[in-house]
T-cell receptor, first 109, second 112 residues
């Protein structure tokens, strides 16, 4: 089945650093979503994007819907230890979401 | 509070036995989904349902079965035909349309 390509696959950063990750697809999507999964839990929705070029923030998180509609970006500013987890992008395709492969984030104090 | 509940959190079964994972939601969502997640892997869609008494296969439906007799419930049965059933199983629900999913907290199934 189709999966979106996320990069990087994993990141190891120091507390306080900014983080950037992206998600690309060969298909156009009309909706992009970003989720975070804590260890042993289900993913939680962070940000939803509905329009090409849209830039949306949620606290220290900022996400953008790429102008080509084939990509999306997530930035986390001033990382803290609780940012640890797996971040998934997702694009809406006809009748269901297609998820990315995930970016695993580790934050060291 | 509205939410989606998966039970149990941990499940152990012997090889060759069928096992049913529960998923209940009180969000009044029309659509429900089952995903499988293996260590270090992304989410793979097993089955989904957009209306009661109807469901569609996802990318990895072989060895699994579902039912949708009530809007609130979407149980998943892992059958003995599933060759590698040990995994983390996630249930989700959503409104119809391009809305985000709400996930349950998952069931970790271990088959020994």
């Amino acid at each position: 089945g189709q999966q979106l390509n996320q990069s990087p696959q994993s990141m190891f950063i120091q507390e306080g650093e900014d983080v950037s990750m992206n998600c690309t697809s060969s298909s156009i999507f009309n909706t992009w979503l970003w989720y975070k999964q804590d260890p042993g839990e289900g993913p939680v929705l962070l940000i939803a994007l509905y329009k090409a070029g849209e830039l949306t923030s949620n606290g220290r998180l900022t996400a953008q819907f790429g102008i080509t509609r084939k990509d999306s970006f997530l930035n986390i500013s001033a990382s803290i230890p609780s940012d640890v987890g797996i971040y998934f992008c997702a694009g809406y395709n006809t009748d269901k979401l297609i998820f990315g492969t995930g970016t695993r984030l580790q934050v060291f104090p | 509070d509205g939410g989606i509940t998966q039970s149990p959190k941990y499940l152990f079964r012997k090889e060759g036995q069928n096992v049913t994972l529960s998923c209940e939601q009180n969000l009044n969502h029309d659509a429900m989904y089952w995903y499988r997640q293996d260590p270090g892997q992304g989410l793979r869609l097993i089955y989904y349902s957009q209306i009661v008494n109807d469901f569609q296969k996802g990318d990895i439906a072989e060895g699994y079965s579902v039912s949708r007799e009530k809007k609130e419930s979407f149980p998943l049965t892992v059958t003995s035909a599933q060759k590698n059933p040990t995994a983390f199983y996630l249930c989700a629900s959503s409104l119809l349309g391009n809305y985000g999913y709400t996930f349950g907290s998952g069931t970790r199934l271990t088959v020994v």
